[in-house]
T-cell receptor, first 111, second 114 residues
């Protein structure tokens, strides 16, 4: 499975946008890019996923580089409740959700 | 979506004993997975729980240590056998909902071995 690289930690001020980067230089053409987050004392929860085009949902936006070797999760207005560890995961198009988790980015939101 | 219930939510166990963790889903799912999250670490996949056949284990995990059952499409158990303090971790159940495009995770079972 292709690996992902994320910064260990990031900080953001409340109500400011947050850009969480992920590098996946060995991504294959059939890999989807998934983002999950893990709030304190909870299991991971789905945030967003995409293949080639940028994606938006009620939680976040996903910007995917043209060569697909990197992506950025965008939280448009960070709140204190967004403080979590954010994981960028690659999963094959035809595969199951048998995820290989990287180290993730711990996001701290400052009031 | 799928709602997952894991039991127990936490336990403190003596070394050398075994603990069975239950994972119940509110709908039928094709795939169920078990993960381990050691203190301060990311999640590591232990195995895929297959309905009607033996579980498929990832490298570094063996059936004798982590026996898994999957009697039907909504339930699975993970047993942590002959526990040592190194087994102290959070164990999480995850399911793949084929009607959606995401995985769902339980809240986890926090195990402490003393």
């Amino acid at each position: 499975d292709a690996k992902t690289t994320q910064p260990n930690s990031m900080e953001s001020n409340e109500e400011e946008p947050v850009h969480l980067p992920c590098n996946h230089s060995t991504i294959s053409g059939t890999d989807y890019i998934h983002w999950y987050r893990q709030l304190p004392s909870q299991g991971p929860e789905y945030v967003i996923h995409g293949l080639t085009s940028n994606v938006n949902n009620r939680m976040a936006s996903l910007a995917i580089a043209e060569d697909r070797k990197s992506s950025t999760l965008i939280l448009h207005r960070a709140t204190l409740r967004d403080a979590a560890v954010y994981y960028c995961i690659l999963s094959p198009l035809s595969g199951t959700y048998k995820y290989i988790f990287g180290t993730g980015t711990r996001l701290k939101v400052l009031a | 979506s799928a709602v997952i219930s894991q039991k127990p939510s936490r336990d403190i166990c003596q070394r050398g004993t075994s603990l069975t963790i239950q994972c119940q889903v509110d709908s039928q799912v094709t795939m169920m997975f078990w993960y381990r999250q050691q203190p301060g670490q990311s999640l590591t996949l232990i195995a895929t729980a297959n309905q009607g056949s033996e579980a498929t284990y990832e490298s570094g995990f063996v059936i004798d240590k982590f026996p898994i059952s999957r009697p039907n499409l909504t339930f699975s158990t993970l047993t942590v056998s002959n526990m040592s303090p190194e087994d102290s971790s959070i164990y999480l159940c995850s399911v793949e909902d084929m009607a959606a495009t995401e995985a769902f995770f339980g809240q986890g079972t926090r195990l402490t071995v003393v």
